[in-house]
C-alpha cells in the first residue's frame, strides 16, 4: 500500500494524555529554571552539577517542545481545506494528511488529543515535512497557515536533524510566533504567573533573561523547580564567591 493510501485510511480512534508528550501546560517555571541553569553553566563551566542539570532539563524541554510543535502543526494543517488553495501543488501523502486533518476542523481538542496515531504512523520528521509543504506550497489565507507555520515546523525539522541543540533549540521556540502570538499558546499557559510574589510570566520572563544582572538576581524574580532548588541554590554560592 502506498503511503498516501496508508494515510488515507488512517482511524484517529485513541485518545492519548497530552502531558505525557508536551509536559504540564504550566511552562512558566520549567522556563525560568531552564534560563537559569543555562545562565550558571554559562558563567561557570566548572559547576559540574549544574552543567548536567542543565544537560537533563534542557532534552526534556526540548523534547516536550518537539512533541508540542508536532501536534500545533498538524492542528494548524487541519483549516487546509476551508482556508488555503493550490491543492494541486501538493504531493499525494500530504493532500492525504490535509483531507484527513481536514475531519477535525472545528475539533482542535479532539484532533490534539488523537494525533499521535499519526506520529506512530509516520514518524516524527515525515509527520513535519509533510506539514512544512502543507503550510509552503498551498496559498492560504491571512491568518492561518503559511510562512509563519512553515518556518515552525522547519525549525522542529531542524532540531530532529541534529542542526540545533536542544538549548539552541528551546531558545528559539519561544521566540517563534504564528500569526499574532508566541505559538506556544495553542496548549501551554504564557500568561500564568509563576507565583503571587514573583509575578513572573512567560513575555516578561523572555524579556528579563536578557537583562545584564539577569543571573545576580535570578532568585529575586523567578521561581525555581522544587527538585531543582537546592542545587541552584548551591550553584550560587560557588558562583558568587567566583564572582568577588
Not at 550553584?235 to 564567591?241: A, E, I, M, Q
Request: net charge negative; charged share 25%; with cysteine.
Amino acid at each position: 500500500m502506498e503511503l498516501w493510501e496508508i494515510i488515507e485510511n488512517l482511524e484517529l480512534d485513541e485518545e492519548y494524555d497530552i502531558e505525557e508528550y508536551c509536559g504540564s501546560p504550566s511552562i512558566i517555571r520549567r522556563l525560568a529554571t531552564f534560563y537559569v541553569l543555562d545562565g550558571l553553566s554559562s558563567v561557570d563551566p566548572q559547576l559540574e552539577e549544574i552543567r548536567s542539570a542543565h544537560h537533563q532539563l534542557s532534552a526534556t524541554l526540548a523534547e516536550e517542545f518537539l512533541n508540542y510543535t508536532i501536534m500545533a502543526c498538524l492542528g494548524e494543517a487541519r483549516h487546509a481545506d476551508n482556508h488555503a488553495g493550490g491543492f494541486g501543488e501538493l504531493s499525494s501523502e500530504a493532500y492525504s494528511l490535509a483531507m484527513l486533518l481536514s475531519q477535525y476542523s472545528d475539533m482542535r481538542g479532539k484532533l490534539y488529543a488523537r494525533h499521535r496515531k499519526i506520529v506512530d504512523v509516520l514518524g516524527k520528521e515525515k509527520t513535519l515535512e509533510l506539514c512544512f509543504e502543507i503550510f509552503s506550497a498551498l496559498e492560504w489565507e491571512g491568518k492561518y497557515g503559511g510562512e509563519p507555520w512553515a518556518q515552525i515546523a522547519q525549525t522542529g525539522l531542524m532540531y530532529l536533524r541534529k542542526q540545533m541543540t536542544p538549548t539552541v533549540y528551546i531558545d528559539t521556540v519561544v521566540n517563534l510566533e504564528h500569526h499574532n502570538e508566541c505559538y506556544l499558546d495553542k496548549y501551554y499557559n504564557l500568561t500564568e504567573e509563576c507565583c503571587y510574589y514573583h509575578g513572573m510570566y512567560f513575555h516578561r520572563l523572555l524579556a528579563w533573561k536578557n537583562h545584564p544582572e539577569f543571573i545576580d538576581r535570578a532568585l529575586e524574580w523567578v521561581c525555581i523547580l522544587p527538585e531543582y532548588r537546592s542545587l541552584v541554590l548551591e550553584g550560587y554560592k560557588y558562583y558568587r564567591l567566583t564572582r568577588r
